[in-house]
């Protein structure tokens, strides 16, 4: 089925029906086909995310294990202002 912008745009509700109904719709402008509209299917509702963009392109390796990284280091509690003074220190800002 083919269909202008502003057939589109005053029917929308009616395309959305038909297209969810499985049918597949081509728009035109100026009797030049600009964009088609279908269902979408499952693989193109899931949006791959940034990392697994890099592991795909192979820029990146996945880990090789699985889990926390920092589960077995100890957890470090200092007194408030500990951080900053400690940074203030080793910047020699005393």
């Given at each position: 089925?083919?269909?202008?912008?502003?057939?589109?745009?005053?029917?929308?509700?009616?395309?959305?029906?038909?297209?969810?109904?499985?049918?597949?719709?081509?728009?035109?402008?100026?009797?030049?086909?600009?964009?088609?509209?279908?269902?979408?299917?499952?693989?193109?509702?899931?949006?791959?995310?940034?990392?697994?963009?890099?592991?795909?392109?192979?820029?990146?390796?996945?880990?090789?294990?699985t889990?926390?990284?920092?589960?077995?280091?100890?957890?470090?509690?200092?007194?408030?202002?500990?951080a900053?003074?400690?940074?203030?220190?080793?910047?020699?800002?005393?």
């Open positions: 089925m083919e269909t202008g912008i502003r057939e589109l745009k005053d029917n929308l509700s009616l395309y959305i029906r038909r297209i969810e109904a499985g049918e597949r719709v081509v728009v035109t402008t100026h009797g030049r086909a600009v964009a088609e509209l279908v269902r979408p299917t499952a693989n193109r509702l899931r949006r791959t995310s940034q990392f697994d963009q890099l592991i795909a392109s192979g820029v990146i390796t996945p880990p090789f294990e889990g926390d990284p920092l589960q077995d280091c100890p957890e470090i509690r200092l007194p408030p202002g500990t900053a003074a400690l940074i203030d220190s080793d910047r020699d800002e005393e």
